[in-house]
Nanobody, 115 residues
Framework: QVQLVESGGGLVQPGGSLRLSCAAS????????MGWYRQAPGKQRELVAT???????NYADSVKGRFIISRDNAKNTAYLQMNSLKPGDTAVYYC?????????WGKGTLVTVSA
């Protein structure tokens, strides 16, 4: 029943990089917007970045210039390239996809930025 699978999380030193992937099942079609959200310990979930079916992107101010969201429609996959990581980026990152008939969430992948 798991239709979104995130991968790529892990432990990285400050200033390092990670690339997250979100693979959506082929049964999920007509994907409009894909996005990444994150939830840090003791904090509310927040939007990180989104990308529409037309390729338009939106980023949280805290990650602008450091993160890049992209998508590969042939693979039904979204990516989040995270550069210049800071300890404040530590969180569970969740993939979200919006379709014409409903929304889907992944179970999350943990990113820890620490020396």
């Amino acid at each position: 029943q798991v239709q979104l699978v995130e991968s790529g999380g892990g432990l990285v030193q400050p200033g390092g990089s990670l690339r997250l992937s979100c693979a959506a099942s082929r049964s999920i079609f007509s994907i409009n917007r894909m996005g990444w959200y994150r939830q840090a310990p003791g904090k509310q979930r927040e939007l990180v970045a989104t990308i529409t079916s037309g390729g338009s992107t939106n980023y949280a101010d805290s990650v602008k210039g450091r993160f890049i969201i992209s998508r590969d429609n042939a693979k039904n996959t979204a990516y989040l390239q995270m550069n210049s990581l800071k300890p404040g980026d530590t969180a569970v990152y969740y993939c979200n996809v919006e379709t014409f008939v409903g929304d889907y969430w992944g179970k999350g992948t943990l990113v820890t930025v620490s020396a």
